[in-house]
Nanobody, 124 residues
Framework: QLQLVESGGDLVQPGGSLRLSCAASGFTLDYYSIGWFRQAPGEEREGVSCISKSDGSTDYADSVKGRFTISRDNAKNTVYLQMNSLKPEDTAVYYC?????????????????WGQGTQVTVSS
């Protein structure tokens, strides 16, 4: 069974940090480009960051540049999203997704494997 499982979401104060994990089972993540997306209540799902399978190049939404870092550990079949300097507007359910294309995208449309999401709440 092909599955993506996110973890690491939590309640954190503004300015704090979290590391989200996206673990794959049933398939090998290094054959896929991986994206992180988030959806706040009442909002559309938006792309946050992605990492390409071809060369490991990365992309970030303007709202998280300089604060978030995506990385992958192929030995653990896991992709991470390190989130620093968190703001209340980062509050959302975070999803990871996978697609077997060379270069990743911050658009949802190419991705066909999705996890169930993990809640991140930034509040004092």
């Amino acid at each position: 069974q092909l599955q993506l499982v996110e973890s690491g979401g939590d309640l954190v104060q503004p300015g704090g940090s979290l590391r989200l994990s996206c673990a794959a089972s049933g398939f090998t993540l290094d054959y896929y480009s991986i994206g992180w997306f988030r959806q706040a209540p009442g909002e559309e799902r938006e792309g946050v960051s992605c990492i390409s399978k071809s060369d490991g190049s990365t992309d970030y939404a303007d709202s998280v540049k300089g604060r978030f870092t995506i990385s992958r550990d192929n030995a653990k079949n896991t992709v991470y999203l390190q989130m620093n300097s968190l703001k209340p507007e980062d509050t959302a359910v975070y999803y990871c997704a996978a697609v077997a294309i060379r270069l990743c995208a911050l658009s949802q449309s190419p991705y066909y494997y999705w996890g169930q999401g993990t809640q991140v709440t930034v509040s004092s």
